[in-house]
């Protein structure tokens, strides 16, 4: 615990939202102040705190807390804690906020966090917004709106540092100098490398600020450039982008346009958050549910929850109506309605292990067609040789237990079966709905899990009605 809040309990230390029990008194101490409606307080209680620590201790109030801070502390909302608010946060309190501060944020952000702010507002609100800003301002942010959602155009900040090939770094770090602060000439907040530009605006290179500061000053830009690993265009796909980042280390990357001149940057600190959208956006697609944020409504979850509920009902029944057909079969073989689960349970955790593996590596480019027949051979081998494990595991268990030599050798033979179906199933189903192009995470777990019941069922029974029937 901060020593600076056990001396000042008015006051919040930078950094502490890592510390559950810490934000919780946090929480507590600002619900206070907020019902008493103390904006001198509320000032005084996150003051010199981190804008994402601001950030975070306003997603976790109640909406009520938050629009009220909105009504009487909006000083408390800087252009640097907007930017870290989520976006159902934003539509909560951009509402109570004025147009003058909404535009007085935009002008002090970069332009990426900018189109991000503004693409919140209603479109009443928005056409305002951009009326009032500065020429400049306003035809960087419409600039942005002429992508598609998670572009790089959307992600992209205009504000960038370049200089010709034949300036000195002395030249360049004084021309830095010069601009730092100027308005619309203004450095961006956060930069790595400076871009070498040719006579028609073309990137054909970068220089790393560290290696510009430790240059000679009479060192030209062309003489310590290094290649540019990549360039992006602005309808590159955000999850392209990130590829690109892992795959080659950049911690900043440029946008060209059409024509192959320099038109934007994307750093690191954006790529951050996008990977960790699509990972999450991955992980809930596996499961059939989206993104339940802080401000949504029991209603709003059932909404998106329901219709995969509804595609897994119709699959359960079609597992349900193969088990059906050997209803006779379970009548005269008790034991049989005793093992079924057992068969569709492994089968089923198979072809999930299967499938997280086949989407993660198709997230990272490592699933590709010519990896892929490498893949599926291992996959149906590991299949295999669990299969082989588990039913010998599993055929001594039922011998035991229902002392039927015969019973045991038909489990068995349906384990190593369905195992060998799941793995495979989880590694052609996203393939082939990649090859479809439709998204591997978004529909595979339903067909997977369908695969598997209905063949681990229609197997075990099926063989125990040859066998032992």
């Known amino acids: 615990m901060s020593e600076h809040f056990e001396n000042d309990p008015n006051s919040i230390d930078v950094g502490v939202g890592l510390d559950e029990e810490l934000t919780s008194r946090h929480i507590d101490r600002l619900r206070d102040l907020v019902a008493a409606e103390d904006a001198d307080a509320i000032k005084s209680f ?6 994402a620590d601001i950030a975070d201790l306003l997603e976790q109030l109640p909406s009520a807390d938050r629009q009220k801070i909105a009504e009487i502390a909006p000083d408390i909302l800087t252009p640097s804690v907007l930017a870290e608010l989520e976006d159902e946060i934003l539509e909560d309190i951009l509402p109570l906020l004025g147009d003058r501060q909404i535009t007085k944020a935009v002008v002090a952000m970069d332009s990426d966090d900018a189109t991000q702010l503004i693409e919140e507002l209603d479109d009443e609100r928005r056409a305002d917004v951009l009326a009032a800003l500065p020429a400049r301002d306003r035809q960087e942010v419409e600039a942005s709106f002429a992508f598609d959602d998670e572009t790089a155009g959307r992600l992209m900040q205009r504000e960038f540092v ?22 619309d000439a203004a450095l961006p907040d956060l930069f790595f490398d400076v871009y070498v530009i040719d006579a ?3 990137p054909i290179g970068y220089v790393p600020l560290s290696r510009l500061v430790c240059a000679d000053r009479k060192t030209a830009l062309k003489d310590i450039m290094q290649p540019i690993p990549v360039l992006i265009e602005p309808e590159t796909d955000q999850e392209d982008v990130a590829y690109l980042f892992e795959k080659y280390d ?4 440029p946008v060209i346009d059409t024509d192959g001149r320099l038109t934007g940057m994307i750093t690191v600190d954006d790529m951050f958050e996008v990977i960790q959208d699509e990972h999450k956006e991955d992980m809930l697609a596996l499961a059939g549910v989206s993104d339940a944020g802080l401000a949504d409504t029991a209603l709003t979850t059932v909404k ?3 219709p995969w509920l509804l595609l897994n009902l119709f699959t359960a029944i079609c597992a349900s109506f193969v088990i059906s057909l050997f209803q006779g079969s379970i009548e005269k073989l008790v034991a049989l309605a005793v093992l079924m689960p057992i ?4 089968g089923g955790n198979t072809g999930t292990q299967a499938l997280t593996v086949a989407i993660r590596a198709l997230t990272t480019r490592d699933l590709t067609s010519t990896t892929a027949l490498r893949t599926i051979k291992r ?7 669990n299969g082989l494990i588990f039913a010998v595991i599993l055929g001594l268990i039922t011998f035991v237990w229902f002392k039927n030599a015969d019973l045991s050798f038909v489990i068995a033979g349906a384990l190593v079966f369905n195992l060998l179906c799941a793995g495979l199933a989880g590694i052609l189903v996203p393939l082939g709905l990649k090859k479809l192009g439709a998204d591997p995470a978004v529909a595979s777990s339903v067909f997977v899990t369908t695969v598997t ?3 681990g069922f229609f197997v075990f029974l099926g063989m125990a009605s040859v066998f032992l029937l």
Not at 46 to 51: A, I, Q, V
Not at 343 to 346: C, E, G, I, L
């Open 46 to 51: 996150l003051e010199d705190t981190h804008p």
């Open 379 to 385: 996959e149906a081998l590991a299949a295999i040789i």
């Open 200 to 202: 028609g605006f073309h």
């Open 453 to 455: 019941d209905m063949v």
């Open 250 to 253: 950049l911690i900043s990357a």
């Open 304 to 306: 998106a929850r329901a």
């Open 162 to 183: 370049a200089a010709p090939e034949f300036w000195t770094t002395g030249q360049t770090i004084d021309h830095m100098r010069t601009q730092y602060g100027k308005g």
């Open 343 to 346: 068969v569709a349970s492994m």
